[in-house]
């Protein structure tokens, strides 16, 4: 660690992963990665049905929620990736972009050079897409993107219910059109995991003497000096030095985070803990947005899902399948299917996304059908609502307090129940009754406004996709600029989803991988690199 770095990137992520790639692409430039969590050894990383085991604490910080006002105290687990890759090694591998408007609502706030024109190259420049080769879609990228290897007839069955609420087939959702049910694509490479370490740092890995990766780093705080991101304060090590930038790219939970630990954020509050106060920047860690998901689970009339394999004997079966084959249980993602459709129908674009889950109790806290089950999850696109990222204490090591503040503004439960009882419609469908034999949750008994309030507030959960905890913006609250640059600290950007003014209406690991390509470019062309 004697050795001097120019760029020092925190955060082994989705857009860590292709900082680091792109930036040591220039022989010239010293580049630092540091991930606090561990490398992606464990098969679970590889294998598309590994998902199941994600959410239930591997790779994970094991984070939670402060109990959520707006849904009777309620506590909702909230995993974040400690690994690297982050959030695109231990997701669902859904592949999808948000809606071209949300991108152009950027731009219209002011963030120029971030409308859907200007980073859709950046999102074909990722690509290595098996299926399309496009306006919207590239290969040769190094990102896998790949249609599902593993459908199942109820697939099929769902996409005619949807059809017969009049909710169209659409055979790319990250392509022209948004609307609509379909196949989504996948960050998967021969029916492997395509994760952003897999994609961007493996072909790389031991071959670029400029790029040091280092795992089990936990950076403590970041080093300022006069003003100015020097350098960051690692856990056992003590200070590295970064001669042109650090770059910060811990994601929109991480990176709120370690800015209050290095005194950046909401003063008053930082010295209640006893930190000492760098900058007064409330904004760090405020407009915490995310996509609350509620589900409704049915028990089927026979084994049309994948929920027996969750036994050790056909787990076994399943295993051999895939090693010969490439096909089956461990070949699918679990959530491989779904679409795009309005609760309010006077809304821009879509406004509900719904995954199609092949199984019940797939994640952590929802609930398994004894005889086998359908999942059919749906959440509201656009909240209103924003939440907080704040320290719980001055130790770097304890959990802060997040608070996705879901359904402070009544239009967000109004819309997610909308959204809910859509997902109900579709699965009462004619098109499946071969397939359920009866709806569980939320179950007949749930009928009034109540009913379906006090449901949610025992059956929800994150989607998984914090953003705008360092907002960018050109407005005096922004925390960034649209070059990515800290207000108000020299030498210092923030390239992640945390970024993001508004969220976009879809998954997010796509967008982060986008974030980190433009942000690359957007580095380089500072330094004429």
Sequence with gaps: MAQGYDFIIIGGGSAGCVLAARLSENPAARVLL?????????????????????????GSWGWHTVPQKHMNGMVIRYTQAKVIGGGSSINAQIYTRGNALDYDEWRQRGCAGWGYEDVLPYFRKAEDNDSYDNRYHGKGGPLGVSKPAAPLPICEAYFTAAGQ?????????????QDGVGYYQLTQRHVRRSSASIAYLDPIRGKRPNLTIRTGAQVLRIVMENGRAVGVDLAGEGIVRAETEVI???????????????????????????????LDRPEVGSDLQDHLDLFVIAECTGPHTYDRYAKPHWSAVAGLQYLLTKTGPVASSLFETGGFWYADPNARSPDIQFHLGLGSGIEAGVAAMPQGGVTLNSAYLRPRSRGTVRLASVDPLAAPLIDPNYWADPYDREMSIRGLKLAQEIMRQDAL?????????????VRTDEDYFNYACNHSKTDHHPAGTCRMGIDAGAVVDPELRFNGIERLRVIDNSIMPTLVSSNTNATAIMIGEKGADLVRASYRM
């Design 433 to 445: 009754k071969p397939f359920v034999k009866a709806e569980r949750l939320p179950g007949p008994d």
């Design 165 to 177: 609420l009049g909710i169209p087939f659409n055979q790319d959702m990250a392509g022209e059109v």
């Design 34 to 58: 540091l991930e606090a969590g561990g490398r992606d050894r464990h098969p679970f990383y590889h294998l598309p049905a590994g998902f199941a085991k994600m959410t239930k604490g591997i």
């Design 248 to 278: 910060l790219s811990s994601g929109a939970i991480g990176s709120p985070r370690l800015l209050q630990l290095s005194g950046i954020g909401p003063a008053d509050e930082l010295r209640a803990l006893g930190l000492p106060v760098v």
